[in-house]
């Protein structure tokens, strides 16, 4: 249904929010109502039929469950409505938002919203709207998964079904998991299947950025405002501007870099190094990170503050030893790649090789997984892969697990940290004579500092 044609009706106890909305959709909506009380939707409903309805999380009214959001959710769709339902939400209640999700709910917006992208949000609504109820298809939830991010464990079908919610709204993302897990894949698929999907994506490991290179990288510069800036070059905000921009490695910036990302996402504008004048950006952020989120959450390593910019919603992918229902899957996806690229029959895999793939630990996720498959292409002799065939990393393979990796994990960081306070100790405190012995940047060195309590 085209925006100009729908009838919406705006719920929420704030009179702001619903002089905001009245005034931004008066030129846009056929027609707009607006109420206060919750409690009196049921008459309202059966006076006339709406086409959307912007609903509040939360309400001051006689029902008091923590969550009316969700039980005025509920309502609508006992009231016999077909509207399609937006949530208004403020940021303190996302899990709230995103559980309104599966209970029905279009979408959901969080208060401060920008205009452009509530309009947006509703169009969208409208249009899912529509299809649903002619019978066309919804967005479905394989359409998330791509050539690569594959899965029909219960834990990855629950990454999709999020996925399919969370992809077309402009909420940041904080992916979680450990390295080799598929987060990159992970935020391709939400730019792609976003509002932004034929904007710029762009994609930084800012854990690999130096102090110096950190502002230049992802604010850009002018010309001559360092030794070797010999033009103007445009920053990774403003190349994403209007898309997407996945900042990867996120947990291994310094608190000095974290204090500048924040101020540019607070002020959503960046100031090139040697400017004097600001240029407003409009991006949509994805943050990955392997640092569980315990250790992210201490203050002294990561800005709380910085958290809840980054964290709207957030998305764990599990490990591929908790996802065994997935690796036969995943190893037949990867032996279709490679034995493409190698120009090798396609191969079957017998019992015992699927029962070793199985067995493993894959303590380097699924990228062990799939160098493994390609290892095996390029030395099977047959067009069936046995177990003798599946080598695994004799890297990955000699890491003990579980207790005994943390264990080791225990007295490697016992050796570091007194190698650390020997070298400083001989260099009566000088962290750049320090650094430079360790073979470590003074940045890298402050963070071990920091991390041992030195």
Same mark, same amino acid.
């Given at each position: 249904?085209?925006?100009?044609?729908?009838?919406?009706?705006?719920?929420?106890?704030?009179?702001?929010?619903?002089?905001?909305?009245?005034?931004?959709?008066?030129?846009?909506?056929?027609?707009?109502?607006?109420?206060?009380?919750?409690?009196?939707?049921?008459?309202?409903?059966?006076?006339?039929?709406?086409?959307?309805?912007?609903?509040?999380?939360?309400?001051?009214?006689?029902?008091?469950?923590?969550?009316?959001?969700?039980?005025?959710?509920?309502?609508?769709?006992?009231?016999?409505?077909?509207?399609?339902?937006?949530?208004?939400?403020?940021?303190?209640?996302?899990?709230?938002?995103?559980?309104?999700?599966?209970?029905?709910?279009?979408?959901?917006?969080?208060? /401060?919203?920008?205009?452009?992208?509530?309009?947006?949000?509703?169009?969208?609504?409208?249009?899912?709207?529509?299809?649903?109820?002619?019978?066309?298809?919804?967005?479905?939830?394989?359409?998330?998964?791509?050539?690569?991010?594959?899965?029909?464990?219960?834990?990855?079908?629950?990454?999709?079904?999020?996925?399919?919610?969370?992809?077309?709204?402009?909420?940041?993302?904080?992916?979680?998991?450990?390295?080799?897990?598929?987060?990159?894949?992970?935020?391709?698929?939400?730019?792609?299947?976003?509002?932004?999907?034929?904007?710029?994506?762009?994609?930084?490991?800012?854990?690999?950025?130096?102090?110096?290179?950190?502002?230049?990288?992802?604010?850009?510069?002018?010309?001559?405002?360092?030794?070797?800036?010999?033009?103007?070059?445009?920053?990774?905000?403003?190349?994403?501007?209007?898309?997407?921009?996945?900042?990867?490695?996120?947990?291994?910036?310094?608190?000095?870099?974290?204090?500048?990302?924040?101020?540019?996402?607070?002020?959503?504008?960046?100031?090139?190094?040697?400017?004097?004048?600001?240029?407003?950006?409009?991006?949509?952020?994805?943050?990955?990170?392997?640092? /569980?989120? /315990?250790?992210?959450?201490?203050?002294?390593?990561?800005?709380? %503050?910085?958290?809840?910019?980054?964290?709207?919603?957030?998305?764990?992918?599990?490990?591929?030893?908790?996802?065994?229902?997935?690796?036969?899957?995943?190893?037949?996806?990867?032996?279709?790649?490679?034995?493409?690229?190698?120009?090798?029959?396609?191969?079957?895999?017998?019992?015992?090789?699927?029962?070793?793939?199985?067995?493993?630990?894959?303590?380097?996720?699924?990228?062990?997984?799939?160098?493994?498959?390609?290892?095996?292409?390029?030395?099977?002799?047959?067009?069936?892969?046995?177990?003798?065939?599946?080598?695994?990393?004799?890297?990955?393979?000699?890491?003990?697990?579980?207790?005994?990796?943390?264990?080791?994990?225990?007295?490697?960081?016992?050796?570091?940290?007194?190698?650390?306070?020997?070298?400083?100790?001989?260099?009566?405190?000088?962290?750049?004579?320090?650094?430079?012995?360790?073979?470590?940047?003074?940045?890298?060195?402050?963070?071990?500092?920091?991390?041992? %309590?030195?």
């Amino acid at each position: 249904m085209n925006l100009k044609n729908a009838n919406i009706l705006a719920i929420d106890d704030d009179p702001d929010v619903l002089t905001a909305v009245r005034l931004l959709l008066k030129t846009e909506a056929a027609d707009v109502v607006t109420e206060k009380n919750p409690e009196n939707m049921r008459s309202i409903l059966q006076k006339r039929s709406f086409d959307l309805i912007l609903l509040d999380m939360n309400f001051n009214s006689s029902i008091n469950t923590g969550n009316e959001g969700l039980f005025w959710l509920r309502k609508v769709k006992e009231f016999g409505s077909q509207a399609a339902v937006i949530m208004i939400t403020a940021y303190g209640d996302i899990d709230l938002a995103v559980r309104s999700l599966k209970e029905g709910a279009a979408d959901f917006v969080v208060k /401060p919203w920008h205009n452009e992208r509530l309009i947006a949000t509703i169009k969208e609504a409208l249009k899912k709207n529509d299809a649903k109820k002619g019978g066309g298809a919804d967005f479905p939830s394989d359409s998330v998964i791509g050539t690569e991010l594959l899965g029909e464990s219960e834990v990855m079908r629950d990454i999709f079904f999020k996925l399919q919610k969370i992809a077309p709204t402009d909420a940041n993302i904080l992916i979680l998991g450990e390295n080799g897990t598929g987060k990159d894949l992970i935020a391709k698929a939400i730019h792609q299947h976003s509002l932004r999907a034929e904007k710029p994506y762009i994609k930084v490991d800012v854990g690999a950025l130096t102090e110096t290179l950190f502002e230049s990288e992802l604010f850009g510069h002018k010309k001559g405002a360092f030794t070797d800036a010999r033009e103007d070059r445009v920053g990774r905000f403003e190349g994403a501007n209007g898309g997407t921009l996945f900042l990867d490695e996120i947990g291994n910036i310094s608190l000095h870099q974290q204090a500048k990302l924040l101020t540019v996402l607070q002020n959503r504008q960046v100031t090139r190094l040697g400017a004097n004048q600001s240029t407003p950006i409009d991006i949509r952020l994805i943050c990955a990170t392997n640092v /569980p989120m /315990p250790e992210l959450a201490n203050e002294s390593k990561f800005r709380k %503050d910085l958290i809840y910019r980054i964290n709207t919603v957030e998305i764990t992918v599990p490990p591929l030893r908790k996802r065994e229902e997935d690796i036969a899957l995943l190893a037949r996806h990867f032996d279709k790649i490679y034995t493409n690229k190698y120009m090798k029959p396609l191969h079957d895999f017998d019992s015992k090789a699927i029962e070793k793939l199985k067995s493993y630990h894959y303590p380097g996720n699924v990228r062990e997984l799939q160098y493994t498959i390609e290892r095996a292409v390029i030395m099977a002799e047959g067009d069936v892969l046995q177990a003798k065939d599946l080598i695994f990393s004799p890297i990955e393979s000699a890491m003990p697990k579980n207790d005994e990796a943390q264990d080791m994990d225990l007295k490697l960081s016992t050796i570091e940290k007194n190698a650390i306070l020997k070298v400083i100790e001989k260099h009566n405190g000088n962290i750049s004579k320090a650094a430079k012995e360790l073979g470590l940047t003074r940045t890298a060195l402050y963070r071990r500092l920091s991390k041992y %309590d030195i």
